[in-house]
């Protein structure tokens, strides 16, 4: 039994936080440009030193040890041979990460590859087992005259191997498509709209690709932070493509434990995100999906979430998802 999970870890780094003494910062990339806008971090595997990074002026730092520690104690629960992340910065974030605070759960194969995204996050895979292929599609556009990448997050292509090398498991396609979120700044029907058509060329693109690099019989799953519920019409082009037949692989999942108490209570179904704006009743949704090829579904044994004990989360504010499939 193989059992593949999907987690976004809330900013494997944490936003609009700095502590630190910086005596020079980088001039302007260009004459005449305004100051450059820093963003540092600071590499868990040297703490002495530091590297910029761009965003909005914002400065950041590593994520707070207890919430890793919570992430840890979540992961460790999932007890995942392999683990689809979101929201990571880089690739030295998540080697850190898998070689400290996840150090024991055997996540000997780290993967990731730097996206598009201005806010610096990314998606990346942890494995227990060898890794083969690798292939990302962050350059990847949605029609052929476009000049802008379509993918922010990428959509990440990994083969699982078996332990001894000899066969290709089953291939996964992680991603994490555009958010719902909408700066104050913005209008709110434009920035909604806005955000529902990129997702929707996202998940169409998704489709493509998925289609192009895999065959009927083949085993594969695409996995992630979708932002949207799965029957929503954003996702139509990707999850119920013709071609693909993908099958919903957490229809029947079961959570490890039973939700923190809310008024009214949290539905009965499969549910990952929990959305609470002042004044209404909080809102549930299935936002991290794993959807599983036909063949690959024939071979699934069950499936399950790995419930937050805090109604805000716990070292995120996603609960991670799995599938278990007899390999």
């Known amino acids: 039994m193989v059992r593949v999970a999907s987690f976004n870890l809330n900013n494997l780094f944490s936003r609009y936080d700095f502590l630190g003494e910086v005596t020079a910062l980088p001039a302007a990339p260009h004459a005449g440009d305004p100051p450059v806008e820093i963003v540092t971090q600071i590499d868990p595997g040297d703490p002495a030193g530091a590297k910029f990074r761009t965003f909005k002026g914002r400065l950041v730092k590593g994520k707070p040890a207890a919430e890793r520690t919570k992430l840890a104690a979540r992961i460790g629960a999932l007890n995942a041979d392999v683990l689809c992340v979101q929201e990571v910065e880089d690739v030295t974030t998540l080697t850190a990460f898998a070689q400290t605070d996840l150090a024991g759960l055997g996540y000997a194969h780290v993967v990731l590859v730097e ?27 949605f029609a052929p005259s476009d000049t802008e990448a379509v993918f922010s997050r990428d ?42 058509d990129l997702r929707t ?76 704006e002042s004044g209404k009743p909080a809102d549930y949704a299935l936002l991290d999906q794993m959807w599983l090829s036909p063949a690959l579904a024939a071979k699934q044994t069950g499936a399950g979430i790995g419930r937050r004990t805090h109604l805000g989360g716990d070292g995120s504010d996603h609960d991670p998802v799995w599938v278990d499939v007899d390999l």
């Open 115 to 141: 996206g598009n995204d201005p806010r610096l996050i990314d998606v990346g895979v942890l494995s227990r087992l060898p890794i083969g292929g690798v292939t990302s599609w962050r350059h990847a556009v």
């Open 201 to 276: 060329r996202q998940a169409a693109t998704a489709a493509r690709i998925v289609n192009e690099q895999t065959r009927p019989t083949s085993r594969y799953l695409v996995c992630g932070d979708f932002n949207d519920r799965p029957g929503s019409a954003a996702l139509t082009p990707l999850v119920r493509d013709p071609e693909l037949k993908l099958v919903n692989g957490l229809a029947h999942a079961v959570p490890d434990k039973a939700a923190p108490k809310d008024q009214p209570p949290a539905p009965d179904e499969p549910w990952s995100d929990r959305y609470k």
């Open 155 to 196: 959509l990440l292509q990994v083969e699982i191997l078996a332990a001894d090398h000899s066969r290709k498991l089953l291939t996964v396609f992680n991603t994490h498509l555009k958010s719902q979120f909408c700066d104050f700044t913005e209008d709110p029907v434009t920035c909604q709209q806005h955000n529902t």
